[in-house]
């Protein structure tokens, strides 16, 4: 519900506030006095474009502000999608500078047009006799029939699964087109995978092959260098052993003389021992170091396969090589094993199919009840506001797309209008007048009240065309409409004006050296008069003045 539009620096427009109340609201005033202005400036709020020359002062921005209370229509959703804090009485502003930058705000958040404009569409549904685009749009059409329905929770239902099941699809056509992309190289990954288990790869072979390779290419160097130090330490005429022995035979003669002496003999002893083993082990390497052409060989071998596999797959150790060819085996089950998982969620898609099939069927069998009732009180709403010879159709057929299921379930619903007696049923906004169109959807938007939260809805002028008992059919239809949502409504007409239970007077105020559009909400006695005048001029009679007060049922 609108409950405070602030208008400042707009047309005629300087500073204006007003606030609406529940039910209906009246909007009068004279042809030109600035009803379509604010009307104006409220669409700015709901996205639409601005140009600062419609500015009162072009040297100031232009601020807009609504103050709706949003609780009853299951907007948080919205406002989580578009991370914007939910308020139960939430602000709409829109700012225009005087150069045309527009900047939008909810709450204080600043957002995009298009987020403005979404939920602007929400909160306020602005109806003039030239707007049929809503009414002759498919969604609007099948919101009608599901309200009358009343399946929201089947509807939901069916939604929460449809969208699964998109989602799914989506999942099965990407695997889909990766299988095929992975079966094409799978034999790729199979040679490269073959190519390296083949190799029998260790982490750390490649050091220990290049040590080997080392020593082998210099192994006469090591051998005779080996046998020196075993020549000297244990064969020559001077080898260190046999002096370190003859030394050890010294320390021995005067040992019993000095206790010292005999723990330096000990340690010449244990000395001598450590060297014999040293000698010993380094006679054992001499022995076994040879020139090994062969071994050679083999190891230059190795060491190339792994230096080319190394090369090929960009990278400087076995510890990566294995790490690609376990990626080259993960590839490798993932082929194997995706006809599995593609056949796995083909099964639970035609499962899923299945249930929204059966879920689809009763949305179309609630759907084929509901419109014989919308048909029937449509039309009997019409002949009440002089429509008499209307006809409507209500056409429910499947879709016409691959699948046969949509968002909605599997229906496509078609409305047929006709405003007069013999003429074809077509479509709405090619055989009904901008005031027959105002009225139908007057009906319809008092139908779907009955069911469904909407959101405020503005009538600009929709009595254009009518007048009379018609014109009061078409108040009395306000009236009863406004029992459920918030109304507002801009007429010429006293009829309609005598139900609303707020009315605002629209009036220029020319007494300064500037003319501004100013707005005034009427008490009983101002609303006396003023539908005296729209129903006998500027100084309405005694008789006038009655027959508002019978009106307003004063």
């Known amino acids: 519900m609108l409950q405070k539009l602030t208008i400042n620096n707009y047309a005629l427009i300087d500073n204006l506030e007003i606030s609406f109340g529940k ?19 409220l669409s700015l709020i709901l996205g639409q474009r601005a140009e600062s020359r419609y500015f009162f002062n072009q040297q100031k921005k232009c601020v807009i502000e609504g103050q709706f209370k949003i609780g ?24 225009i500078s005087a150069d045309g930058k527009s900047r939008a705000f909810v709450n204080d958040t600043p957002v995009n047009l298009n987020a403005l404009k979404q939920l602007g569409e929400k909160l306020i ?11 002759n749009d498919p969604e609007f059409q099948l919101l009608v029939v599901d309200a009358v329905a009343k399946h929201d929770e089947l509807l939901h239902d069916y939604q929460s699964k449809f969208r699964t099941y998109r989602k799914n699809t989506a999942k099965l056509n990407e695997l889909i087109a990766e299988s095929e992309k992975a079966k094409a190289d799978l034999d790729y990954f199979q040679f490269q995978f073959d190519e ?29 260098s080996l046998f020196g130090a075993y020549y000297l330490m244990q064969e020559g005429e001077a080898a260190a052993l046999t002096q370190l022995r003859e030394a050890g035979q010294q320390l021995g003669a005067i040992e019993k003389f000095d206790a010292e002496v005999e723990q330096l003999h000990e340690r010449l002893n244990s000395t001598i021992i450590e060297l014999k083993d040293i000698a010993a082990e380094i006679e054992t390497i001499e022995q076994r170091t040879h020139t090994n052409e062969s071994r050679v060989e083999e190891v230059n071998t190795r060491l190339s396969l792994i230096y080319n596999l190394q090369k090929k797959h960009r990278v400087n150790s076995n510890a990566e090589l294995l790490e690609i060819q376990d990626d080259l ?51 009997a709403s019409l002949a009440e506001m002089g429509m008499n010879n209307s006809a409507l ?34 479509e709405m906004s090619k055989v ?9 959807m007057l009906s319809i938007k008092s139908l779907i009240a009955q069911y469904t939260a909407l959101p405020t809805i503005i009538f600009d002028e929709i009595d254009t065309g009518v007048s009379g008992e018609v014109a009061n059919k078409v108040g009395q239809i306000m009236e009863h409409l406004a029992d459920n949502l918030q109304v507002i409504t801009i007429t010429h007409l006293p009829q309609i004006a005598s139900k609303g239970q707020n009315h605002y007077f629209v009036y220029k105020d020319d007494s300064a050296a500037i003319t501004y559009t100013r707005i005034k909400q009427l008490d009983k006695q101002e609303r006396v008069l003023e539908i005296a005048k729209m129903l006998s001029g500027d100084k309405p009679g005694e008789s006038a003045l009655q027959n508002a007060r019978e009106l307003l049922g004063n």
Do not use: C, M, W
Not at 125 to 135: P, Y
Not at 197 to 223: F, G, M, R, T
Not at 351 to 368: F, G, H, P, V, Y
């Open 23 to 41: 039910g209906l609201n009246i909007l009068t005033g004279e042809t030109g006095a600035g009803k379509s202005i604010i009307l104006g400036a």
């Open 72 to 95: 009853d229509f299951q907007l948080k959703s919205f406002f989580e999608d578009n991370d914007l804090d939910y308020e139960a009485e939430t602000v709409l502003r829109r700012e």
């Open 125 to 135: 549904d602005i109806h003039s006799q030239h707007a049929t685009l809503e009414i």
């Open 196 to 224: 390296l288990e083949k190799a029998s790869l260790n982490a750390d072979e490649q050091e220990l092959l290049e040590k080997e390779l080392y020593a082998l290419n210099n192994a006469e160097e090591i051998k005779r």
């Open 329 to 379: 085996s993960a590839k490798i089950q993932k082929v194997l094993l995706s006809d599995e998982t593609v056949e796995k969620l083909q099964k639970q898609l035609a499962a899923d199919k299945t249930e929204l099939e059966k879920l689809a069927a009763k949305l179309t069998a609630n759907r084929t009840k509901a419109i014989p009732a919308i048909e029937k009180q449509v039309l």
């Open 393 to 426: 159709k209500i056409e429910i057929a499947p879709l016409p797309v691959s699948g046969g299921l949509g968002a909605n379930g599997a229906d496509h619903i078609r409305f047929l209008f006709s405003a007069n007696k013999g003429h074809a049923l077509a």
């Open 432 to 440: 009904a007048s901008g005031g027959e169109l105002s009225r139908l």
